[in-house]
């Protein structure tokens, strides 16, 4: 069997379009140098389909860029991805314990011991001067100051605390909207502020983690059958606002899911329709409300919403995979997703034969293999992140909790302590009978301790200089046995906790400390850890500059070598078609 | 391991990024010039910072009030000592008068006159203040100690006013101040302050060794009996009874003074009544304790009431009563020499004789007092020396927890910095060039 005059010609060619393929992979590789959630691309050669020349001897014709391989190793970033997580969990924990630290202010000269420290020398002041008036106030002032300085430490905390929560679950809010009644001859009027349409509005997907506005506009209208429909619409907050998904109809007091997949998508809580209309509203009336909702945002959203994300290119990725496309910009896009959501918390994930991927939290399924997104509920993120800055920040906030309860169960404790000394002894205002409290204690909105200064009995105007009971005697202006008892209160080694208020303090502050010093320290290694791990995961999906410039010379050399194969076997054609007579 | 330029500009970072977290600790440290500036930079110490913050806070008090402590006693010394001298004056003026009977009347009416003025001054200086306090008062530091409840002291619990006694069959009163009680406890207070008592002791019978045979006392507050003992028979003066309250199970025991005398020539059917009147103390004379040290409590005042209403040991007569003893016998002794009446000259030498060997007495017991004082005042002012070095040593030793050690953390810095820059040296070399920059260009 002979071989064809043009098969060198076309392994010339297919050598040059090969080469020209891996070029460009080359190309994207240098192109993409920087883009860290890109995975290096190699393009793999491999020899064109053998063409028999005699019975038992073939040779190849030319070759071809058989496929485009994406260099990852899904061990080494399942490993970047939980170390990354660890990481960030440190990171944040360790920048909430260092608030908590700059709030209690220690070791300084104003902080919480300071208050203390002056509360207890203003009595021992009074010892040497019982009488004096002077000496008195100061006791006033200095419990002043001391209950301002821990309420203001406390308000701090609680503040902090907040805001971690907030970072973490964000806030929602809702806004029932003014009713608008139509009836029947076409009149519209205003039925004022209606009830609320949903309660417990949840956002299951969101194209950005946006905080933006939503409302929902509720409608009852009549009917063909005489009776009155109910349909519920999800709307952006534009002027005028466009509608997110279809229009829902309701049927009865339930959870409906709002909006679109594609889009935003909400569920909430719909109550029943017919508690929405106003009283004035008979059959064959059109009513519309329009309530307000602000989407909570918070690491806990923008982790669902990206499992969101995850399940609509999984979709995609399934697709193109079907169709034979290429899927490695949609798995780069995926990557940087999941990467995303490591930082938040710690997720595992399993990929499916078919490219999808499943994500979990903890044993919370997040996007299941079939596909389902399960949306995290807050429970869920208290019982199964143990990782991620969703973590960090939860145990920022419950470490603020235990200060506060610390904070707390010192003040009480002091409070009573002091108030006990305090009724013992006897004031200048009415020397015959014993002094009244000196410390109430009452809790704040968030249900801390917060001191102040006692009313005196049966008024509503605080103590003052006259009633600090210096004397332990009645009548005895002079006397300062209960001033010196308050001042044994500071050096009382079974005051608090087994030891003294100042040791109490230091107990609060070095506890602080050492799991702050801890957490740092574990932050560091972990930050080398993770550091480690994103060398490994680069240096096999990582772009090598050199490398891509060696091909894309060795490659230039097949190029030129492929054409001047052509250049020659066209010069042996040219030989050849001479030969032939003109 | 492959290495990619990505990676050597990761890792270039991350370490940049360390050394950079080195020099700002190292800038804090120098800048504050303390190594603790969180505590987490170093918990146990910072506990241990802040107990000795703790510490030096109460070392700090303690101080001041050992100043006032001491400001306290050093203005009742310079009053105690003023008495002292006036004391003295008014000795030299007995003895001038009793060595001088034949001076004039008109000289020992000035005699009476300037001992009136030193007793003015005493009680002058009695009423010394501190600020608005009194230093003599006790702890009733606003009221004027000499504007206190009458009587002598007994036992720091209660004024004794002697009253009149009347006697019969040859019993009579020892003299005027003589009061039913020498020394009084009174563990079960029956004695409420803010109030006044009588005290009436009826000692119907009295044998003529002088013990009472039979006799009942009796504690009133405002005619309502409070607590009474019946007096068993052979009680001597001196001895001690107990009274039982009428309600409840309180009791109070009394030690009787010497309130009456039997004649020499004494007869049957004698008896002795009393009625003194009885007002607790309250604060006049309790000590006022300042705390110079934990759990050191120093007595910083003298009381006016152990000054002036506590009969010596030694003595007969308190000082305010010898004082006023004093005055009065000058005065008669003036009048009497006016009126040239002999017989009160001699009795009035007699009287003079008596007032100034009370004087001594009273005098010695001030010098006591003055002395005692003195030496609360060297050992509080041995305290203020122990606590200021005590203060200095927590002040070092808190600076070698928190101050940083300049020297290393400058040595350390400069590695740091040395570190840095070659850092920066090397990133520079080694992430610019890659292969690309030497193919050839055409």
């Given at each position: 069997?002979?071989?064809?005059?043009?098969?060198?010609?076309?392994?010339?060619?297919s050598?040059?379009?090969?080469?020209?393929q891996?070029?460009?992979v080359?190309?994207?590789?240098?192109?993409n140098?920087?883009?860290?959630?890109y995975?290096?691309?190699t393009?793999?050669?491999?020899?064109?389909?053998p063409?028999?020349?005699?019975?038992?001897t073939?040779?190849?014709?030319g070759?071809d860029?058989?496929?485009?391989?994406?260099?990852?190793d899904s061990?080494?970033?399942?490993?970047?991805?939980?170390?990354?997580?660890a990481y960030?969990?440190?990171?944040?924990h360790?920048?909430?314990?260092?608030?908590?630290?700059?709030?209690?202010?220690?070791?300084?000269?104003?902080?919480l011991?300071?208050?203390?420290d002056?509360?207890?020398s203003a009595?021992?002041?009074?010892?040497?001067?019982?009488?004096?008036?002077?000496?008195?106030?100061?006791?006033?002032s200095?419990?002043?100051?001391l209950?301002?300085?821990?309420?203001?430490?406390?308000?701090?905390?609680?503040q902090?605390?907040a805001?971690?929560?907030?970072?973490?679950?964000?806030?929602s809010?809702?806004?029932p909207?003014?009713?608008?009644?139509?009836?029947?001859?076409?009149?519209?009027?205003s039925?004022?502020?209606?009830?609320?349409?949903?309660?417990?509005?949840?956002?299951?997907?969101?194209?950005?983690?946006?905080?933006?506005?939503?409302?929902?506009?509720f409608?009852?209208?009549?009917?063909?059958s005489?009776?009155?429909?109910?349909t519920?619409?999800?709307?952006?907050?534009?002027?005028p606002?466009?509608?997110?998904?279809?229009a829902?109809?309701?049927?009865g007091?339930?959870?409906?899911?709002?909006g679109?997949?594609?889009g935003?998508?909400?569920?909430?809580?719909?109550?029943?329709?017919?508690?929405?209309?106003?009283?004035?509203?008979?059959t064959?009336?059109?009513?519309?409300?329009t309530?307000?909702?602000?989407?909570?945002g918070?690491?806990?959203?923008?982790?669902?919403?990206?499992?969101?994300?995850?399940?609509?290119?999984?979709?995609?990725i399934k697709?193109?995979?079907?169709l034979?496309?290429?899927?490695?910009?949609l798995?780069?896009?995926?990557?940087?997703?999941?990467?995303?959501?490591a930082?938040?918390?710690?997720?595992?994930?399993?990929?499916q034969?078919?490219?999808?991927?499943?994500?979990q939290?903890?044993?919370?399924s997040?996007v299941?293999?079939?596909?389902?997104?399960?949306?995290?509920?807050?429970a869920?993120?208290?019982?199964?992140v143990?990782?991620?800055?969703?973590k960090?920040?939860l145990?920022s906030s419950?470490?603020?909790g235990?200060?506060?309860?610390?904070l707390?169960?010192?003040l009480q404790?002091?409070?009573?302590?002091?108030?006990?000394?305090?009724?013992?002894?006897?004031?200048?205002n009415?020397?015959?009978?014993?002094?009244p409290?000196?410390f109430?204690?009452?809790?704040?909105?968030?249900?801390?301790?917060?001191?102040?200064?006692?009313?005196?009995?049966?008024?509503?105007?605080?103590?003052?200089?006259?009633?600090?009971?210096?004397?332990g005697?009645?009548?005895?202006?002079?006397?300062?046995?209960?001033?010196?008892a308050?001042?044994?209160?500071?050096?009382?080694?079974?005051a608090?906790?087994?030891g003294?208020?100042d040791?109490g303090?230091?107990?609060?502050?070095?506890?602080?400390?050492?799991?702050?010093?801890?957490?740092?320290?574990?932050?560091?290694?972990?930050?080398?850890?993770?550091?480690?791990?994103?060398?490994m995961?680069?240096?096999?999906?990582?772009?090598?500059t050199?490398?891509q410039?060696a091909?894309?010379?060795?490659?230039?050399?097949?190029?030129?070598?492929?054409?001047k194969?052509?250049?020659?076997?066209?010069?042996?054609?040219?030989?050849?078609?001479?030969?032939?007579?003109? | 391991?492959?290495?990619?330029q990505n990676?050597?500009?990761?890792?270039?970072?991350y370490?940049?990024?360390?050394i950079?977290?080195?020099?700002?600790?190292?800038?804090?440290?120098?800048?504050?010039?303390?190594?603790l500036n969180?505590p987490?930079?170093?918990?146990?110490?910072?506990?241990?910072?802040?107990?000795?913050?703790a510490?030096?806070?109460?070392?700090?008090?303690?101080q001041?009030?050992?100043?006032?402590a001491?400001?306290?006693?050093?203005?009742?010394?310079t009053s105690?000592?003023s008495?002292?001298?006036?004391?003295?004056?008014?000795q030299?003026?007995v003895?001038?008068?009793?060595?001088?009977?034949?001076?004039?009347?008109?000289?020992?009416?000035?005699l009476?006159?300037?001992?009136?003025?030193?007793?003015?001054?005493?009680?002058n200086?009695?009423?010394?203040?501190?600020?608005?306090?009194?230093l003599?008062?006790g702890?009733?530091?606003?009221?004027a100690?000499?504007?206190?409840p009458?009587?002598?002291?007994v036992?720091?619990?209660?004024?004794?006013?002697?009253g009149?006694?009347?006697?019969?069959?040859?019993?009579?009163?020892?003299?005027?101040?003589?009061?039913?009680v020498?020394?009084?406890?009174?563990?079960?207070?029956?004695?409420?302050?803010?109030?006044?008592?009588s005290l009436v002791?009826?000692?119907?019978?009295i044998?003529?060794?002088?013990?009472?045979?039979?006799?009942?006392?009796?504690?009133?507050?405002?005619?309502?009996?409070?607590?009474?003992?019946?007096i068993?028979?052979?009680?001597?003066l001196?001895?001690?009874?107990t009274l039982?309250?009428?309600?409840?199970?309180?009791?109070m025991?009394?030690?009787?003074?010497?309130?009456f005398?039997?004649?020499?020539?004494?007869?049957?059917?004698?008896s002795y009544?009393?009625?003194?009147?009885?007002?607790?103390t309250?604060?006049?004379?309790s000590?006022?304790?300042?705390?110079?040290?934990?759990?050191?409590?120093?007595p910083?005042n003298?009381?006016?009431?152990?000054?002036?209403?506590?009969v010596?040991?030694?003595?007969?007569?308190?000082?305010?009563?010898?004082?006023?003893?004093?005055?009065s016998?000058?005065k008669?002794?003036?009048?009497?020499?006016?009126?040239?009446?002999?017989?009160?000259d001699?009795?009035?030498?007699?009287?003079?004789q008596s007032?100034?060997?009370n004087?001594?007495a009273?005098?010695?017991?001030?010098?006591?007092?003055?002395?005692?004082?003195?030496?609360?005042i060297?050992?509080?002012?041995?305290?203020?020396?122990q606590?200021?070095?005590?203060?200095?040593?927590l002040?070092?030793q808190?600076?070698?927890l928190?101050?940083?050690?300049?020297?290393q953390?400058?040595?350390?810095?400069?590695?740091?910095?040395?570190?840095?820059?070659?850092?920066?040296?090397?990133?520079a070399?080694?992430?610019?060039?890659?292969?690309?920059?030497y193919l050839?260009?055409?």
């Amino acid at each position: 069997m002979g071989t064809s005059t043009f098969l060198t010609l076309n392994i010339g060619v297919s050598a040059i379009e090969a080469m020209t393929q891996a070029e460009s992979v080359v190309g994207n590789n240098i192109a993409n140098a920087n883009n860290t959630s890109y995975a290096q691309e190699t393009a793999v050669l491999g020899e064109g389909l053998p063409y028999e020349i005699t019975p038992g001897t073939s040779i190849s014709q030319g070759v071809d860029v058989t496929s485009v391989n994406r260099d990852t190793d899904s061990f080494l970033i399942q490993q970047d991805r939980a170390n990354q997580g660890a990481y960030q969990m440190y990171s944040t924990h360790s920048s909430g314990l260092s608030e908590i630290e700059s709030i209690l202010n220690e070791p300084s000269s104003n902080g919480l011991q300071n208050s203390l420290d002056q509360f207890f020398s203003a009595w021992q002041t009074l010892t040497s001067s019982s009488s004096d008036p002077a000496a008195r106030q100061t006791v006033i002032s200095q419990a002043q100051t001391l209950a301002q300085t821990f309420e203001g430490a406390t308000t701090q905390l609680e503040q902090l605390q907040a805001n971690l929560n907030n970072v973490v679950y964000g806030s929602s809010s809702y806004t029932p909207g003014t009713g608008e009644l139509t009836d029947v001859s076409g009149t519209t009027s205003s039925t004022g502020t209606g009830n609320a349409i949903a309660s417990d509005v949840e956002v299951l997907n969101s194209p950005q983690s946006s905080t933006d506005n939503l409302h929902i506009l509720f409608t009852a209208s009549p009917n063909s059958s005489g009776t009155t429909s109910y349909t519920v619409q999800l709307e952006d907050s534009e002027d005028p606002p466009q509608a997110i998904g279809p229009a829902v109809p309701v049927t009865g007091a339930g959870t409906y899911q709002l909006g679109s997949s594609s889009g935003v998508l909400v569920s909430a809580q719909i109550a029943d329709p017919s508690t929405l209309l106003p009283s004035s509203y008979t059959t064959g009336d059109t009513y519309t409300q329009t309530d307000a909702v602000t989407p909570p945002g918070g690491e806990l959203q923008e982790l669902n919403g990206y499992a969101y994300q995850v399940e609509q290119l999984n979709q995609q990725i399934k697709t193109e995979q079907s169709l034979n496309q290429s899927v490695d910009p949609l798995l780069d896009q995926r990557d940087q997703i999941l990467d995303s959501m490591a930082n938040l918390a710690n997720i595992s994930y399993t990929t499916q034969s078919d490219g999808s991927v499943s994500v979990q939290v903890g044993n919370a399924s997040l996007v299941s293999s079939s596909g389902v997104v399960t949306p995290l509920s807050e429970a869920d993120v208290a019982s199964q992140v143990t990782s991620g800055t969703m973590k960090g920040n939860l145990d920022s906030s419950s470490d603020t909790g235990t200060v506060l309860g610390q904070l707390n169960s010192f003040l009480q404790q002091f409070a009573q302590s002091v108030n006990a000394i305090q009724q013992q002894g006897y004031g200048t205002n009415n020397p015959s009978s014993k002094a009244p409290p000196l410390f109430s204690v009452s809790t704040d909105a968030d249900g801390n301790t917060v001191l102040s200064l006692a009313d005196e009995p049966g008024t509503s105007t605080p103590v003052d200089a006259g009633d600090v009971a210096a004397s332990g005697e009645p009548n005895q202006p002079g006397d300062n046995s209960n001033a010196q008892a308050m001042v044994a209160l500071q050096t009382d080694a079974s005051a608090y906790q087994n030891g003294t208020f100042d040791q109490g303090i230091a107990q609060v502050v070095s506890s602080v400390g050492v799991e702050a010093s801890a957490v740092s320290s574990s932050e560091e290694t972990a930050n080398a850890l993770a550091q480690q791990s994103s060398s490994m995961r680069d240096s096999v999906s990582g772009v090598d500059t050199n490398q891509q410039a060696a091909l894309l010379v060795q490659y230039q050399n097949s190029y030129d070598a492929a054409a001047k194969l052509i250049s020659v076997y066209d010069t042996m054609l040219q030989s050849l078609i001479s030969m032939v007579p003109s | 391991m492959r290495v990619t330029q990505n990676m050597l500009t990761q890792q270039f970072l991350y370490n940049l990024s360390n050394i950079n977290q080195q020099i700002s600790q190292d800038q804090e440290e120098m800048s504050t010039g303390k190594a603790l500036n969180e505590p987490s930079d170093n918990p146990l110490a910072v506990s241990q910072d802040m107990a000795i913050q703790a510490t030096l806070s109460q070392t700090t008090a303690y101080q001041s009030t050992i100043n006032t402590a001491l400001s306290w006693m050093q203005n009742s010394s310079t009053s105690v000592q003023s008495i002292i001298s006036s004391l003295q004056s008014i000795q030299d003026n007995v003895n001038e008068a009793l060595n001088a009977t034949s001076s004039s009347p008109a000289q020992l009416q000035s005699l009476a006159d300037v001992t009136q003025q030193l007793v003015d001054q005493i009680n002058n200086d009695a009423d010394t203040q501190q600020g608005s306090q009194y230093l003599f008062g006790g702890t009733q530091v606003t009221t004027a100690p000499t504007s206190m409840p009458p009587g002598v002291l007994v036992n720091q619990s209660a004024f004794d006013d002697a009253g009149v006694g009347t006697g019969t069959g040859g019993v009579t009163q020892s003299s005027g101040t003589s009061t039913i009680v020498s020394s009084l406890s009174d563990p079960d207070q029956l004695l409420q302050s803010g109030q006044s008592y009588s005290l009436v002791f009826d000692a119907s019978s009295i044998g003529s060794d002088g013990s009472i045979q039979s006799g009942t006392i009796t504690l009133e507050a405002a005619g309502v009996t409070v607590a009474s003992a019946t007096i068993p028979s052979g009680t001597a003066l001196g001895a001690s009874i107990t009274l039982q309250a009428v309600s409840g199970s309180g009791t109070m025991q009394l030690s009787l003074g010497d309130m009456f005398e039997v004649s020499p020539s004494a007869k049957s059917g004698m008896s002795y009544q009393q009625t003194d009147t009885i007002t607790p103390t309250n604060g006049f004379a309790s000590d006022i304790n300042f705390q110079v040290s934990k759990d050191v409590n120093v007595p910083v005042n003298l009381t006016a009431a152990q000054m002036f209403r506590t009969v010596p040991t030694s003595g007969t007569s308190d000082l305010q009563s010898t004082l006023t003893q004093t005055v009065s016998d000058l005065k008669t002794m003036a009048t009497d020499l006016q009126s040239s009446n002999s017989q009160g000259d001699q009795g009035d030498l007699t009287n003079l004789q008596s007032d100034l060997s009370n004087l001594t007495a009273n005098l010695n017991q001030v010098i006591d007092m003055n002395a005692e004082l003195g030496s609360r005042i060297q050992s509080v002012t041995a305290i203020q020396t122990q606590m200021s070095q005590y203060s200095n040593t927590l002040t070092d030793q808190q600076n070698n927890l928190v101050n940083a050690n300049m020297a290393q953390v400058i040595t350390k810095f400069s590695t740091d910095q040395t570190v840095y820059e070659a850092a920066l040296q090397m990133g520079a070399q080694v992430l610019l060039p890659t292969l690309v920059s030497y193919l050839p260009s055409s």
